[in-house]
């Protein structure tokens, strides 16, 4: 005859996913093995036993707190401490009152486990031999500064060091030769030499060098980045025949329309530029190989405007004074109200929901956006919906990120976003044949202006005192954030490191 079916076995998996759910990751962090020993049909419960350094405790996770007293008198001779499957427990019940050791609800499990705790020290764990091996360098990096620049480029100045870019390739690569590791290491350090040089004095500069010492510290930055990060160069003198072929970037001003509205940046298909876009994986090879002639048919030329409107740190200066202003970023941040769940729902362990994921809102304080420019950043297949809706502070849209529920994944890491100390989390409309990296419109908006300053007086000097000086005071805050800016993005490239520095406040 087939045993009939009380619904036992569905209730000790329930109790089986709560413990798992909850204790599981307090005692493993805590250094507690566990195991559950049986499960137990008289009253309904899970014994379980947890170990560490040789220490052991019992206990028994009930379905019901209102249950036989028996059982309790059975349990009190068998487990060190009582827990009660869900959040409720009542204090004073007649079931399980006169029960002397500890119980509580399975949510107060961790009081009862810090006396465990101090019953059973943690196993003294640090090794004091003197360490064998390299000392890893940590990925991420936290400072408090009274000068957040300061102490970014104190690390970069380390960088300078040989030993210090010998120890860093090593950490992130592998399989690298004593050879190659040496001889990447010393172009990196003279690059990032050549860098600091540029960047040091441009602050004290006039514009118009200051202009041309950013750029080329730039160039710096990006030889060191292409040495440290690509396969295919293993010194510095690689590096440098690149730009025997250019710098991969040029400027386009109509003769027959001489206007700041009508100056144009393009693309090549040679050059450090594009090596440096091809070596983070940008489709470069439809790139033109000739510089344009004309605006006609050309995917990869872009208006100086274009490119400042990529900056989010400067968009209030570029909506004062481009009267056809459109965005060229949204700020980005997750939903509240869309993201809304009580407590009640966060605990339900009924049906879960295939979609797992984050609804997240950008929005666009210029109202300059439209519906088309959310979908270039977010596409179809990893995201589900688009809402569009007007605020007073602007255009306000909705998505879904898709990501997965795993610790540590977040919609975060499924979108390239920029901040910086001149603005919140943002991510950038790419221009067609570019992606969302800040530090590629920085660089060349910095080219763009290297070339006015050098072979366009005409244009510079009716943008310093004519009739384009609108777009100086945008140069000078643009050059002051790429100062800012610019090598706290590039040091993380090169050191493979997240780097986290907040000011320390002074009462």
């Known amino acids: 005859m087939n045993k009939i079916d009380t619904g036992f076995t569905q209730r000790m998996d329930i109790l089986k996913k709560s413990f798992k759910d909850r204790p599981v ?3 493993e962090a805590h250094g507690w093995t566990w195991n559950i020993d049986s499960e137990v049909e008289n009253g309904e419960y899970l014994l379980i036993s947890i170990s560490r350094n040789g220490y052991t405790k019992k206990l028994a996770l009930l379905y019901y707190q209102q249950t036989d007293r028996r059982v309790y008198d059975r349990l009190e001779s068998l487990v060190d401490a009582c827990l009660i499957n869900g959040m409720s427990f009542i204090q004073n019940c007649s079931f399980s009152s006169g029960f002397n050791k500890p119980i509580d609800s399975l949510y107060n499990f961790y ?11 943690m196993e003294q764990t640090i090794n004091n031999e003197p360490c064998s091996g390299q000392v890893d360098i940590p990925s991420q990096m936290y400072f408090v500064a009274e000068n957040p ?21 090593s950490n992130r690569f592998e399989g690298l030769s004593e050879e190659t590791i040496e001889e990447k290491a010393t172009g990196i350090a003279f690059s990032i030499q050549n860098a600091c040089d540029y960047f040091d004095v441009a602050p004290s500069q006039n514009t118009t060098q200051r202009m041309l010492s950013l750029y080329y510290g730039s160039l710096a930055f990006i030889e060191a980045d292409i040495l440290m990060n690509s396969k295919d160069y293993s010194d510095l003198k690689s590096v440098e025949d690149i730009t025997k072929k250019g710098h991969g970037l040029f400027v386009f001003l109509p003769d027959g329309n001489y206007n700041i509205s009508n100056l144009c940046t393009g693309l090549l298909n040679q050059g450090l ?19 344009a002639t004309s605006l006609d048919k050309n995917e990869y030329v872009y208006p100086l405007n274009d490119l400042l409107n990529r900056i989010p740190e400067i968009a209030f200066l570029m909506r004062m004074i481009d009267s056809n202003y459109t ?34 809102e950008f929005t666009d304080e210029s109202c300059c956006s439209n519906l088309d420019m959310v979908k270039t950043l977010i596409g179809t297949e990893q995201h589900a919906i688009c809402e569009d809706s007007q605020e007073s502070i602007g255009k306000k849209y909705s998505a879904f990120v898709r990501h997965t529920n795993n ?3 977040n919609w975060t890491k499924h979108l390239n976003i920029h901040h910086s100390s001149y603005c919140s989390n943002t991510i950038l409309i790419p221009l067609n044949g570019l992606k969302d990296d800040w530090c590629v419109y920085a660089v060349m908006i910095l080219y ?14 009716r943008i310093q005192f004519g009739e384009w000086d609108k777009y100086y005071t945008v140069c000078l805050q643009f050059a002051m954030i790429v100062e800012k800016v610019l090598p706290h993005i590039f040091y993380e490239r090169i050191t493979g490191q997240r ?6 406040v002074y009462g």
């Open 25 to 27: 990751s307090l005692l």
């Open 448 to 461: 763009t202006f290297s070339i006015i300053v050098r072979y366009y007086p005409n244009l510079w000097r």
């Open 499 to 504: 780097l986290h520095i907040t000011s320390s």
């Open 149 to 169: 620049s300061e102490q970014c480029w104190m690390l970069i100045k380390a960088l300078r060091s040989v030993d210090v870019c010998k120890r860093i390739i």
């Open 111 to 121: 009081n009862i486990l810090r006396d465990w705790n101090n019953e059973c020290p």
């Open 407 to 409: 610790k540590g994944d």
């Open 273 to 291: 530029f594009y090596q440096w876009l091809k070596m983070m994986n940008y489709s470069v090879d439809n790139y033109p190989k000739r510089r």
């Open 327 to 360: 965005t060229g970023f949204f700020g980005v941040h997750q939903s509240t109200r869309l993201n809304s769940q009580s407590g009640i729902s966060r605990l339900n362990t009924g049906y879960q929901s295939n979609n797992t994921g984050t609804y997240i």
